[in-house]
């Protein structure tokens, strides 16, 4: 038998753990780790920037329910990909981080993600060896787990507790540092060597009875009771169970963005289109699967009722009490293991919508903002709105393919774009809508609809890992029978953070429909017309000292939001053999 090589036993203690895809940029030393799992059948998707391959293989996580898996070099490659871990892993180790991006896009948002990159020989280390970096030291805070190797008989068991912990608990990134000498080195026999196999889904814990008995007493005494569903249902596979919740107590709910389809937006109950009615008058609020962080402005006055009580349902136990819940309320458990047991507390009770005006109240806000909503949406004027182009656009696709279907993902992002085609884009099940979540990190598009699209539609003749279900669905309500369409609407600043991955996209087949919302800046254009832009730059050009503006209505120059005006965007997929 020839000897092993570090990188065959990488490349083998990853497929043995069922990994079946790995994105990347691949270089010195990992190129080797890349072409081996190649010739075991794992593909590689590889992008044009370390930045969008983390955001993809930390989003893959999410949507498969499995850790991403990510490969790049040494040094800057590490730098450029640690967004996606910040991404996820923001209240691993404190409520106050303010460090770096992407691993923390991994952090931040719970996704499991597993980071492998190269380094320089151990031999070297504090010589300024090639693109040297202590990854360990920079990356422990920010990971679950960081680890390396220190043999090559050790290299099966490091990458096992890096994906089993990023897996495992509150999902989240792990990183494991492979030095040049690991990678290039050879094992003369593979006897001894431990071999890596599927791991079985990770333990969901239940909830103490005393304490559910306490909340469902609680809700039971709610005049204007509400649910809210975060991304954390989605990712748990909790539709079936929040639904039969819901359809049971008749409480109404209120999903965040990317919670949205765990409960179909078209269900009587969701309160969406009268949100600020909800958060004012809620006085006992069930939290399944979402923090009281900024996107719900902490549970806090004037925003919420300064009399609500928020009971916490998390797998993530450092998360429970935090801002305004009651760690009195909050319980440590999986969703789909705790919802059922507190259905069954909850018994035959049901919400008796008249025992207050709280019902009569979403439904009149819900009226007055459908109308309002509507009436931007009929805005006829040129240019047009955000939301009258989007409007059109929701019409033109749902003809095609209804949200009932579940066969379209919408992968959006860009400040206005992205605010306002959530109201607009109804879905109908869990995990199809993509946007720039926790920390609100721009430049995540084109690395989602990659993942998106292998998750779901695989890549060539291999079927994509979120589309292996049973009995037609991915056992939280997705339909899995056909394929799905990836749809990007994304702000034209938005879409400037990662255009070039559309290249990557035509080069692995990928029929994704992107739509970039031109006006012309960041949140808004400076002109509505090129020669009025024109101007404005020519400004700009001449008059350094002057650039921007001095006051309102006194045109200087161009605003630092600016972008070119009228950039031929969709140029870009025709480049690379797109229509």
């Known amino acids: 038998m020839a000897p092993l090589t570090g990188a065959q036993i990488v490349a083998r203690s990853l497929r043995g753990l069922g990994v079946t895809v790995i994105f990347g940029i691949v270089g010195i030393p ?5 072409e081996e799992a190649i010739n075991l059948g794992v593909k590689f998707i590889g992008f044009r920037n370390e930045q969008a391959a983390g955001y993809a293989a930390s989003v893959y996580g999410y949507l498969t329910g499995r850790p991403g898996v990510c490969l790049v070099v040494g040094g800057p490659g590490i730098l450029h990909a640690v967004p996606g871990v910040w991404f996820i892993v923001f209240h691993l180790r404190s409520k106050n981080f303010s460090d770096s991006a992407q691993m923390g896009n991994s952090s931040v948002n719970a996704f499991p993600f597993l980071l492998l990159a190269g380094s320089s020989e151990t031999y070297l280390v504090s010589k300024g060896a090639f693109q040297e970096l202590d990854a360990i030291s920079f990356l422990t805070p920010h990971t679950k787990l960081a680890l390396r190797p220190t043999s090559l008989n050790g290299v099966p068991q490091t990458i096992e507790n ?16 492979l030095p040049a000498d690991i990678i290039q080195g050879t094992l003369s026999s593979s006897v001894d060597l431990p071999i890596t196999s599927p791991l079985s889904a990770p333990p ?3 909830a103490d009875e005393p304490t559910l008995f306490k909340v469902a007493q609680l809700l039971k005494t709610a005049r204007s009771p509400l649910i809210v569903i975060g991304k954390g249902a989605a990712y748990a596979r909790a539709s079936d169970s929040i639904t039969s919740l819901i359809s049971h107590t008749q409480i109404p709910f209120l999903p965040t963005p990317m919670g949205k389809g765990v409960v179909p937006d078209s269900h009587p109950l969701n309160t969406a289109s009268a949100r600020s009615t909800a958060l004012k008058e809620a006085d006992i609020v069930l939290l399944l699967g979402a923090r009281l962080n900024w996107i719900l ?3 806090s006055p004037p925003k919420w009722n300064p ?9 993530d136990s450092n998360t429970l009490g935090s801002n305004a819940a009651d760690p009195a309320l909050a319980i440590h458990g999986d969703l789909t293991t705790v919802v059922p047991q507190l259905q069954s507390h909850l018994s035959t009770w049901r919400y008796n919508p008249d025992s207050s005006p709280y019902t009569s109240h979403l439904l009149a806000a819900k009226e007055r903002n459908l109308a309002a909503a509507a009436k931007k949406a009929s805005d006829s004027f040129l240019p047009l709105t955000h939301s009258a182009a989007l409007s059109a656009i929701e019409r033109a696709l749902h003809a095609l393919s209804p949200p009932d279907e579940g066969r379209i993902v919408y992968v959006s992002e860009g400040a206005n774009t992205m605010d306002i085609s959530r109201s607009i884009f109804p879905v ?3 995990r199809l809508r993509l946007d720039a979540g926790t920390h609100a990190t721009m430049g995540v598009g084109m690395g989602y609809a990659i993942a998106a699209h292998i998750a779901y539609n695989g890549l060539g003749s291999q079927p994509g890992e979120a589309s292996v279900g049973v009995g037609g669905v991915d056992g939280g309500g997705s339909p899995t029978k056909h394929r799905k369409k990836i749809v990007c609407l994304e702000g034209d600043s938005a879409f400037g953070f990662s255009a070039m991955e559309v290249e990557t996209m035509a080069r692995y087949g990928m029929d994704v429909l992107i739509f970039v919302i031109n006006n012309g800046g960041v949140y808004h254009g400076d002109a509505d017309h090129a020669s009025e832009w024109e101007a404005l730059r020519q400004s700009t050009l001449s008059s350094p000292s002057v650039h921007g503006r001095k006051g309102a209505g006194e045109s200087k120059g161009l605003r630092s939001t600016s972008l070119s005006f009228g ?5 870009l997929a025709g480049m690379v ?3």
């Open 30 to 34: 990992v190129v080797e780790i890349a």
């Open 162 to 177: 890096a994906y089993r912990t990023a897996w495992y608990g509150r999902p989240g990134p792990s990183f494991i540092d």
């Open 204 to 206: 969901k814990p239940s």
């Open 297 to 299: 402005h902490f549970g």
């Open 307 to 315: 009399r609500a009580e928020f009971i916490q349902i998390d797998i």
């Open 428 to 430: 109908s099940h869990p």
């Open 567 to 571: 950039t031929r965007y969709e140029e």
């Open 577 to 579: 053999g797109g229509l």
